[in-house]
């Protein structure tokens, strides 16, 4: 045992909105159909908020969640980091909103806009908080309401994204938890991925061919993203000097099955042991991997005292990844 301050996972929890979108719903907007979108990404269905529900509405029942499930109060709060690139309002960020709401006033909060990978992002945040004593218990958040700037008559975006949030309660422990992190970003490749619109580059929407929406180049960012997320994985073994098959969960982003499976099978590892969410709720962004992780502890796949790797690849270019035992 060392005087290394670990933080540990004390609750995770999740959230969906009510609204399902479904393959076909989508077949009957835009020429797709449920055939095309689960061969090529394994998504059946997504999620959508309702008119009026909000990043934070979403962000608000995930944490619930999560505090109850680590038996922690709001005001023992310490940190809120959260993760999203589609906050309610410009400002103030959704982590105040949040804070706000849940009746955890005074403690620090703010956002990390790190695209689909901003969950590792703020968790690595947390992480480095906890490690350096300045936090003791730490809520951090993944949530998103993509569905809110997606070209609807656009078919390869609309398909692919969803709605949907994540949180995870961390406690400083003296015994385990997140044992590295590992964050990379290349701004180099921005237009395959990106929002062009903004408050400082002005909203121009007559220079994009449309409004506020997600454009991406599917097939280019698929190829980055098989390739950074096989050498963050290789770096985040290395680091830790474990051999791939000590890993016993994969909780990879979910954007695209054929994404994971890649990265599952660098790691030598069965789809098995591989948490797969996809399916249910599409690319929820930031909050992807803490559905998937909350799915995994909540179904008893995941227990106390394994080895987890968490990894994410996102607009920026940003990836990540989180290796840690449960
Ligand atoms: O979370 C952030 C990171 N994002 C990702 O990881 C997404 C990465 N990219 C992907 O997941 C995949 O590239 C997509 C699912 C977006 C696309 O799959 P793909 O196998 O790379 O297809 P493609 O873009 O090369 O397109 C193949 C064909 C094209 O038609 P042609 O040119 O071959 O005639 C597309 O026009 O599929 C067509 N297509 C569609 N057809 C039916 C594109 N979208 C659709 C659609 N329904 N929704």
């Keep these: 045992m060392t005087d290394r301050i670990y933080a540990r996972i004390a609750g995770t929890g999740s959230y969906l909105p009510a609204q399902v979108l479904t ?19 394994g998504i059946r269905q997504r999620h959508v908020a309702a008119e009026g529900e909000t990043t934070v509405d979403l ?40 804070q706000h709401r849940l009746g955890a ?3 620090p909060a703010f956002d990390v806009n790190a695209a689909c990978s901003g969950f590792v992002y703020a968790l690595t945040v947390a992480d480095k908080f906890i490690q350096s004593g ?6 951090v958040v993944g949530a998103e309401t993509l569905t809110r700037m997606l070209d609807w008559s656009d078919r390869s975006t609309c398909v692919l994204f969803g709605d949907g949030a994540g949180a995870v309660v961390l406690k400083a422990d003296s015994e385990t938890g997140i044992l590295s992190t590992h964050l990379h970003a290349d701004g180099g490749k921005k237009e395959l991925l990106w929002n062009p619109v903004g408050v400082s580059a002005g909203f121009k929407p007559e220079e994009h ?22 050498s963050v994985v290789e770096e985040t073994l290395e680091a830790n000097g474990l051999d791939r098959h000590e890993i016993d969960w994969l909780i990879p982003h979910q954007a695209n099955l054929r994404i994971i499976e890649a990265t599952a099978k660098r790691l030598d590892m069965p789809m098995e042991r591989v948490i797969v ?7 929820t962004s930031s909050g992807s991997v803490p559905l998937a992780l909350d799915e ?31």
């Excluded at 393959?23 to 055939?35: F, H, K, P, Y």
């Excluded at 300045?134 to 809520?139: Q, R």
Aim: proline content about 2%.
């Design 134 to 139: 300045a936090a003791k218990t730490v809520l």
């Design 59 to 98: 962000a608000y029942q995930a944490s619930l969640r999560a505090l109850e499930a680590a038996g922690v109060q709001p005001e023992e709060i310490d940190l809120i980091v959260l993760g999203t690139t589609t906050p309610d309002l410009i400002f103030p960020s959704s982590a105040c909103l949040l």
């Design 277 to 283: 969410t996809v399916d249910k709720h599409g690319n």
């Design 23 to 41: 393959n076909e719903d989508l077949a009957q907007r835009v020429e797709t159909s449920d055939e095309w979108i689960r061969t090529r990404t």
């Design 105 to 107: 006033n005074g403690c």
């Design 296 to 326: 995994a502890v909540r179904s008893g796949k995941v227990q106390r005292g394994q080895l987890l790797l968490l990894e994410a690849f996102g607009g920026g270019f940003t990836w990540g990844s989180a290796l840690l035992r449960y």
């Design 209 to 230: 061919n449309a409004g506020v929406r997600v454009l991406m180049t599917g097939n280019e960012v698929f190829k980055h993203a098989v390739k950074a997320l096989d």
